[in-house]
C-alpha cells in the first residue's frame, strides 16, 4: 500500500498522535509506504482564498470554483496545494486522522479539504464525481477520537448515530471525489480510559490499517442508481 495520513491535532502527545505513529509504525513494518501530512506541524494555511493561486481568472468578482478550474489549465496553483495534490495522486489509501471537534472536522482539516479539493476536473468537475470520480479505485478512511462515550453516538443516543455525523465527510468530501469509504475507525472517550483500553485501542488500530485494502467499506448507490434529478430511481422500502 501507499497510505497518506493526513493528521490534524495541534499535539503530538495526544491519543490523535499516537493513532498517526501507530499507523506508520505497523505499516512501516509490514513493507508499505507512508506519507504524513502533519497540518499544525506545517503550519499549514486552511483559509481559502486568492491566494490559492497564482492565476487569475476575474480580478473583480472572486468566485472560487471558476479560479480553480482557470488556474488547473493554467497550471497556477499554489505550490501547497500542488503539494498535497501530488500526494493524492501517489497514495491507493487516504486516512483522515482528527478528533471529532464540533461534531465535525477541525477547522485546519476542513481547510485543507476546501483549498486542496479543487474543481477543475482536477479533483472533480467536468462530470467527474462519485464513482466515476477522481481517485476511483483508491480506498479513504476516517480515523477519529470522540469524547462522549460510544453509546451517546448510538441510534438513539443523545448526539445521533455517528453515521450520520461523518456522512458530509464520507460521503460528501470523500466518495465525492471517487473514493471507496471504509468504515471509519473510532476511539471514544480517549482521555477517560485506562492505559490498558487505550493500548488495546492501538493494537485494534495496528491491525485495521494492516487490513485496510480488506475493510468493510460503506455501500452507497452508484450514480447510475440516479434519475436526471439526482433522485433514487428505486428508493429502499
Ligand atoms: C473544539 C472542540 C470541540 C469538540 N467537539 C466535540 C464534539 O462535538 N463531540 C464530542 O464527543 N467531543 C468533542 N470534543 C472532545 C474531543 O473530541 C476529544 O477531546 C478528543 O477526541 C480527544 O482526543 P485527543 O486526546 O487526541 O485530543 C471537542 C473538543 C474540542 C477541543
Redesign the pocket.
Known amino acids: 500500500m501507499r497510505v497518506f495520513i493526513v493528521h490534524a ?1 495541534p ?1 503530538p502527545k ?4 499516537a493513532m498517526t505513529r501507530a499507523a506508520r509504525e505497523a505499516l512501516t513494518a509490514a513493507g508499505h509506504e507512508v506519507v504524513v501530512s502533519d497540518l499544525y506541524a506545517m503550519g499549514f494555511n486552511p483559509v481559502s482564498d486568492r491566494r490559492n493561486f497564482t492565476t487569475v481568472a476575474d480580478p473583480d468578482t472572486y468566485r472560487q470554483q471558476n479560479e480553480e478550474a482557470y488556474a488547473v489549465a493554467h497550471d497556477g496553483l499554489a505550490a501547497d496545494i500542488t503539494a498535497e495534490l501530488a500526494k493524492l495522486d501517489w497514495c491507493d489509501t487516504l486516512i483522515l486522522q482528527f ?6 472536522l ?1 477547522a485546519i482539516l476542513k481547510g485543507w479539504i476546501d483549498r486542496v479539493f479543487v474543481s477543475g476536473g482536477r479533483v472533480y468537475g467536468g462530470g467527474r464525481w462519485y464513482d466515476n470520480g477522481v481517485f476511483a479505485g483508491k480506498r479513504a478512511m476516517c480515523a ?5 462515550a460510544a453509546s ?2 448510538s441510534e438513539h443516543g443523545l ?1 445521533g448515530p455517528i453515521g450520520s455525523i461523518l456522512y458530509p465527510v464520507n460521503h460528501g468530501m470523500l466518495y465525492f471525489t471517487g473514493f471507496t469509504v471504509v468504515e471509519p475507525f473510532l ?1 471514544h472517550a ?2 477517560r480510559i485506562s492505559a490498558e483500553d487505550r493500548a488495546a485501542h492501538l493494537a485494534r488500530y495496528r491491525a485495521r490499517v494492516l487490513d485496510l485494502p480488506a475493510a468493510p467499506v460503506i455501500s452507497y448507490p452508484k450514480l447510475a442508481d440516479y434519475d436526471e434529478r439526482m433522485v433514487l430511481k428505486a428508493p429502499p422500502g
Request: glycine share 16%.
Open positions: 491535532h499535539e495526544s491519543f490523535n498522535g478528533p471529532l471537534w464540533w461534531f465535525g477541525p477519529l477520537t470522540i469524547g462522549g451517546m453516538y448526539s476511539v480517549p482521555v
